[in-house]
């Protein structure tokens, strides 16, 4: 959890303890969508609290430096505090800001760029060229995927998300945020199951079958895939299994099994086996289009997705001219989304199941200016410097915990006019851009993009140029 830059120096005793309440002022929203409020100097975490709020808060856990809280109590209430529409917001924790307004959840998810790079970084708060987040004109029912672990609770087959702050998996018969065929496939799945007695898995005596059910739809294509996720590759009654599935929800396009036997909370396992239809389903993104098989990543919300890559494009203002490397390529989305302004585009990744997709689907949409490797950046760009190519720009979407640092390090060296940083995490974005300054880049841009709607996650696109460069 990381702490506001307030709190960096003061580190005296917390002088709170468990079951004390408190009158707390909040000041700012958390990184994972918490109340941030002060207490004598120690901050105090609580979530369910927003910004403005004055409230009685009950301390639950005291930490050498911070503490958490819940709300007892709401003394003043915020502007945007509404009333979640989801019944079982307060259970599932799979939202953590329906009860912030739409126009407020911009409004914070924006601050919350802005703290991490008051934190992080020398850049004077005024000169920080933040814009305003990117939202959505329905933020509800965006999420073209679902993954809900299975249960018996009685006799009723359930499938949900694990409660908060407990193994108690959350019955999901409806979702807000879901795709509503995600949920409808999901909902008939289940008592079919329930009908044809499957057994189902039993996290504590690690019995029975069916694991997790997984659905995926594209938004464009209408297209499903059902994946069921098995603890072995047996099912009883299989046969009748996928023929009641065909009867009772024939819109299915492509039903898979994966099997993975290992106690462990990722949901797939190595061995996917095709049971009906093909093996992917269709998805497009403006004019590109993806085959996507049972495993495969692709943005979990395409509608913005298209946002944030077009403002990537415009952060690259390619001219057709331009070498642009494409770094965590990934299976080249964001790389293909640029090609057709770009003179090439060179990516690479260290996954080379996922270059070998990059390759396909550049081929697929006829792209000759595109060239992937398989290998790490900061090997890869050195070797095309010996060669005697150089990027123009270089466009990074890294995991969570950012950047590699051997890999800033050879950007700093390669010096490239610009770069284009898509990040998921604020934290480590104002962290690597703290790096590149030293490095002679000037941050030029930041526009924060919200994927995900009613929770506390928020995307950027940064940009940074060269000194003396445009």
């Not at 934190?119 to 073209?144: A, D, F, S």
Request: net charge positive; proline share 6%; aromatic share 6%.
């Amino acid at each position: 959890m990381a702490l506001p830059k307030e709190t960096a120096n003061h580190k005296q005793k917390t002088i709170l303890t468990k079951g004390q309440t408190i009158p707390l002022n909040i000041k700012r929203l958390g990184i994972n969508g918490e109340g941030v409020g002060f207490f004598k100097r120690t901050v105090v975490f609580v979530p369910g609290a927003l910004p403005g709020e004055e409230i009685i808060a009950q301390i639950e856990k005291v930490y050498p430096n911070r503490a958490e809280a819940v709300v007892k109590r709401i003394k003043k209430k915020s502007r945007d505090r509404v009333v979640p529409p989801c019944p079982l917001y307060n259970e599932c924790g799979g939202c953590q800001l329906q009860h912030l307004s739409y126009e407020g959840q911009l409004k914070e998810k924006q601050d919350v760029v802005r703290q991490a790079f008051e934190r992080y970084t020398k850049i004077k708060p005024e000169k920080l060229p933040l814009r305003p987040t990117v939202g959505m004109q329905n933020p509800w029912e965006y999420r073209n995927k679902s993954q809900l672990q299975v249960a018996k609770e009685k006799e009723k087959v359930i499938a949900g998300l694990y409660g908060i702050n407990s193994h108690r998996i959350i019955d999901l018969e409806q979702c807000i945020v879901q795709h509503p065929e995600t949920v409808r496939v999901t909902n008939a799945v289940k008592r079919i199951l329930e009908d044809l007695n499957i057994p189902v898995y039993h996290e504590k005596t690690r019995k029975g079958i069916i694991r997790t059910i997984v659905v995926r739809t594209g938004f464009e294509t209408g297209e499903t895939q059902l994946v069921l996720v098995t603890t072995q590759e047996k099912i009883p009654r299989k046969e009748l299994l996928i023929a009641e599935i065909q009867k009772r929800i024939p819109e299915i396009k492509s039903i898979v099994q994966n099997v993975n036997d290992k106690k462990t909370s990722i949901i797939f396992g190595e061995k996917t086996i095709p049971l009906e239809g093909p093996e992917t389903i269709g998805e497009n993104l403006g004019s590109l289009s993806f085959e996507l098989s049972a495993r495969a990543f692709f943005q979990l919300n395409p509608q913005q997705t298209v946002k944030l890559y077009d403002e990537a494009k415009k952060a690259a203002k390619l001219t057709g001219k331009e070498k642009v490397v494409d770094a965590y390529c990934g299976t080249g989305t964001i790389g293909l989304w640029l090609a057709p302004d770009a003179a090439e585009i060179r990516g690479m990744d260290v996954i080379e199941e996922s270059i070998l997709n990059a390759k396909e689907n550049a081929k697929r949409h006829e792209f000759t200016n595109t060239h992937y490797e398989t290998g790490k950046a900061e090997v890869i760009l050195p070797k095309w410097l010996k060669e005697g190519w150089k990027p123009d720009v270089i466009v990074v979407d890294p995991p969570r915990t950012g950047c590699d640092q051997a890999f800033l390090n050879t950007v700093g060296k390669i010096k490239p006019k610009r770069m284009v940083y898509v990040s998921c995490n604020p934290s480590t974005l104002a962290k690597d851009v703290h790096m590149l300054i030293s490095h002679g880049f000037v941050l030029e841009n930041l526009t924060p993009v919200d994927m995900f709607p009613q929770t506390a996650h928020v995307e950027v696109v940064c940009t940074l140029v060269q000194k003396n460069e445009g």
